[in-house]
C-alpha cells in the first residue's frame, strides 16, 4: 500500500502500468471476502472495548483502539475504491477529490498504522517493566496520553498538508489505479526522502527492535525469577505483540527493502514482481490485525459471553413474570 507509492516518488521504480498476475476478478472476491468479516470484527472489538469500562480505561488498549479506527479507514475507503476501480476499470467518479481521499487512506492512515505500531511495541516495555511510569494520574498523562496525542496529530498534520497543502500539482489516470499511484509530493526529494525513512523504513526498524527486544526481556525475566503467575500474566501482552509484530513485519520489512534497495541504484526491473505481490498482500494487514486484537483481548470474550447470558436471563425472568397463569381472578377484575 503505502510503499508503492515510495517507491515510486524516487523515480527508480514505477510499475503504474503495471498488474500482478493474478486476475482482477480474483483480486475482487478476494479483496471482497476477506474485507467484510474483518470490518465485522473491528467493530465488534471497538464495540466491546469502548462500552466496557474496564478495557476501556486500560493503557494497554488504547494504541489498538486507534489502531483499529485508522485500518477501519482502508477498510471502508481504500478497499471499496480498489473493488470499485476492478469492477469499472477505471475510477468512478473520474474525480481529483476522490484519487486525493483514496490517496490519504492508503498511504496515510496505512503509514500512520506502522507508527502506531512501533509506538505500541515501545510502551509495551513501559507497561510490562516500568509500570511506575504509569503509576499516577499524572504520569499517564505525561507518559502515555500526550504521546498518543502528538503521533495522532503529526500523522494528520504531515498528510494534510502533503496532499492538500503541499505546493505542487497532482496529475491524474483514472484508467490506472490510485489514480496513477505517485501524488506529487512524492516527487519532491526531500518530501519523498522524509516520507520514506520517517514514515515508514524507521518506524519498521523500531517495532521490530521493540518487539524482540521486548520478548527478550520477558524470556530473560522469567529465567531469573522463575514466577509461573507473573509468566502467566505477561504472556497474553507477549502474544499480542509478536504477532502483531510479525505480521506486520512480514510485508513491511521487504517492501523498506527494496524500496531502499532501489533508491540506492538497484535497476528498478529487479524485485519489481516481489514488490508488486507485496503491495497486494499489504491489504492482509489491515484484514488480520483486528482478529489478533480480538484473540488477544481475552477479556472480550468472557463479558460479551457475561452479557449474553445475563440478557438470557432477564428475558427469562420477563417471561415467567408475563405468563397467563400468573393472573388470577383477582387481578382479571382489577383490570376490568
Not at 39 to 47: D, H, M, R, Y
Not at 143 to 158: D, S
Not at 306 to 319: A, V, Y
Request: charged share 15%; proline share 4%; hydrophobic share 50%.
Amino acid at each position: 500500500m503505502s510503499d508503492r507509492q515510495s517507491s515510486n516518488s524516487t523515480g527508480s521504480v514505477s510499475f503504474a502500468n503495471t498488474e500482478i498476475s493474478i486476475s482482477r476478478t480474483a483480486r475482487f472476491w478476494i479483496l471482497l471476502l476477506f474485507d467484510i468479516p474483518s470490518v465485522i470484527c473491528t467493530l465488534f472489538v471497538l464495540c466491546c472495548i469502548l462500552m466496557d469500562r474496564k478495557l476501556r480505561s486500560s493503557v494497554k488498549n488504547h494504541a489498538l483502539v486507534l489502531l483499529l479506527i485508522l485500518g477501519l479507514g482502508n477498510q471502508l475507503v481504500d478497499v471499496p475504491f480498489y473493488l470499485n476501480f476492478i469492477v469499472h476499470s477505471s475510477v468512478v467518479p473520474a474525480n481529483p477529490s476522490i484519487c486525493i481521499l483514496w490517496w490519504f487512506t492508503d498511504i496515510g492512515m496505512y503509514n500512520g498504522e506502522g507508527i502506531l505500531l512501533a509506538w505500541t511495541a515501545f510502551e509495551r516495555h513501559i507497561i510490562i517493566f516500568h509500570d511506575r511510569w504509569i503509576s499516577t494520574r499524572k504520569r499517564r498523562i505525561i507518559v502515555h496520553y500526550l504521546p498518543l496525542l502528538f503521533l495522532i496529530l503529526y500523522i494528520f498534520i504531515f498528510y494534510i498538508y502533503a496532499f492538500y497543502g503541499f505546493p505542487c500539482e497532482n496529475t491524474y489516470d483514472y484508467t490506472l489505479p490510485y489514480c496513477n499511484q505517485s501524488p506529487c509530493y512524492l516527487q519532491d526529494p526531500i518530501m519523498a526522502m522524509f516520507d520514506l525513512f520517517t514514515n515508514i523504513t524507521m518506524p519498521t526498524l523500531l517495532e521490530a527492535f521493540f518487539s524482540f527486544s521486548f520478548l527478550f526481556r520477558v524470556v530473560w525475566q522469567k529465567y531469573r525469577s522463575r514466577l509461573p503467575m507473573q509468566w502467566r500474566k505477561q504472556r497474553k501482552i507477549t502474544i499480542q505483540l509478536m504477532s502483531l509484530t510479525a505480521l506486520n513485519l512480514s510485508v513491511n520489512c521487504p517492501l523498506s527493502i527494496l524500496n531502499i534497495a532501489h533508491l540506492c541504484g538497484l535497476p528498478s526491473d529487479i524485485g519489481l514482481e516481489a514488490l508488486q505481490y507485496l503491495v497486494f498482500f499489504s491489504y492482509f494487514i489491515i484484514f488480520i490485525l483486528p482478529f489478533i486484537c480480538l484473540a488477544t483481548i481475552t477479556s472480550v470474550f468472557r463479558n460479551f459471553r457475561q452479557k449474553i447470558l445475563r440478557r438470557r436471563r432477564d428475558i427469562t425472568r420477563f417471561t415467567a413474570t408475563v405468563r397467563p397463569h400468573h393472573f388470577g381472578m383477582s387481578t382479571m377484575v382489577q383490570i376490568k
